[in-house]
T-cell receptor, first 113, second 114 residues
Framework: SQQGEEDPQALSIQEGENATMNCSYKTSINNLQWYRQNSGRGLVHLILIRSNEREKHSGRLRVTLDTSKKSSSLLITASRAADTASYFCATDTVNSGYSTLTFGKGTMLLVSP | IAGITQAPTSQILAAGRRMTLRCTQDMRHNAMYWYRQDLGLGLRLIHYSNTAGTTGKGEVPDGYSVSRANTDDFPLTLASAVPSQTSVYFC?????????????FGPGTRLTVL
């Protein structure tokens, strides 16, 4: 079963605008990761935020985590056409005593020139 | 270039046939994973291996088997393919087991079962 759920399912913006994607999850987590997937390609890791962190930055990316609301957001500032991709959040899940990642269904971002 | 390779890139398979999807990584990562990606369902974990010689079941393991004879290779076998196994399959690896590790993904195998 899915743990993280991204919102919106699809987002269309103009170059230069900011893009915000949200992820909600159901059970307590130790950390949350965001990944990006270009069409027809494998996923690429963007950023990991631990449960005791509230905000993290990486270049034009800003991730926030609110464990009380069980939600995270990914903000891409000053978007570019090259940011067009699907973005997934992934939360840790304990599976037979081992921790694995459970991915959401993704947000498809389209950045128009 | 270090990374993960998957083969074949795509395959059309008759139902009932046996198929092995290959995955090889050259990063000496301990953990490896197989996911399937279906439209509207996102990525779902099929099987994983935390280290060579061990494997575990993920969310959707039925109809699939894996082996991890060495660090580099993690093949996924469909013993008798069914149309519901039509999907894009991704192999991934991470330095260590556990959710604090970044996962590196291969380019995927697009499988169609008719």
């Amino acid at each position: 079963s899915q743990q993280g759920e991204e919102d919106p399912q699809a987002l269309s913006i103009q170059e230069g605008e900011n893009a915000t994607m949200n992820c909600s999850y159901k059970t307590s987590i130790n950390n949350l990761q965001w990944y990006r997937q270009n069409s027809g390609r494998g996923l690429v890791h963007l950023i990991l935020i631990r449960s005791n962190e509230r905000e993290k930055h990486s270049g034009r990316l800003r991730v926030t985590l609110d464990t009380s609301k069980k939600s995270s957001s990914l903000l891409i500032t000053a978007s570019r056409a090259a940011d067009t991709a699907s973005y997934f959040c992934a939360t840790d899940t304990v599976n037979s005593g081992y921790s694995t990642l459970t991915f959401g269904k993704g947000t498809m971002l389209l950045v128009s020139p | 270039i270090a990374g993960i390779t998957q083969a074949p890139t795509s395959q059309i398979l008759a139902a009932g046939r046996r198929m092995t999807l290959r995955c090889t990584q050259d990063m000496r990562h301990n953990a490896m994973y197989w996911y399937r990606q279906d439209l509207g369902l996102g990525l779902r974990l099929i099987h994983y291996s935390n280290t060579a010689g061990t494997t575990g079941k993920g969310e959707v393991p039925d109809g699939y088997s894996v082996s991890r004879a060495n660090t580099d290779d993690f093949p996924l076998t469909l013993a008798s393919a069914v149309p519901s196994q039509t999907s894009v399959y991704f192999c991934a690896s991470s330095r260590g087991a556990g959710s604090y590790n970044e996962q590196f993904f291969g380019p995927g195998t697009r499988l169609t079962v008719l």
